[in-house]
């Protein structure tokens, strides 16, 4: 139900833009987001939106630098990335699920129950 795309080689510095495409009733999902999966790491939390919340969260890592953003009329997530640094090399993934998560949880995988399936993000330096 999620499909995601942007990703790419871009050198330190450089902007990416990735989007995420769902389909059936995406407006309803309470809570988007995006995550990163580094090589062997753990997938991380990048970014939340949550309805009803003032606005989006980021993780510190990437605070100041990507922008996430919603487009209910196009049933697309997106997250502008800025700034790019080497260690931002990861697949990312979006995810979503219906029902707002807990505040706390929303940058922790086991809040989503939807997910895209990855599209890998590479900075070289």
């Known amino acids: 139900q999620l499909q995601a795309s942007g990703g790419g080689l871009v050198q330190a510095g450089g902007s990416l833009r990735l989007s995420c495409a769902a389909s059936?009733?995406?407006?309803?999902?309470?809570?988007v987001a995006w995550f990163r999966q580094a090589p062997g790491k753990e997938r991380e939390g990048v970014s939340y939106i949550r309805s009803g919340s003032p606005g989006p969260t980021y993780a510190d890592s990437v605070k100041g630098r990507f922008t996430i953003s919603r487009d209910n009329a196009k049933n697309t997530l997106y997250l502008q990335m800025n700034s790019l640094k080497p260690e931002d090399t990861a697949v990312y993934y979006c995810a979503a699920r219906f029902g707002r998560c807990l505040s706390y949880m929303c940058l922790h995988p086991s809040s989503y129950t939807y997910w895209g399936q990855g599209t890998r993000v590479t900075v070289s330096s």
């Open positions: 059936g009733f995406a407006s309803d999902y309470g809570s």
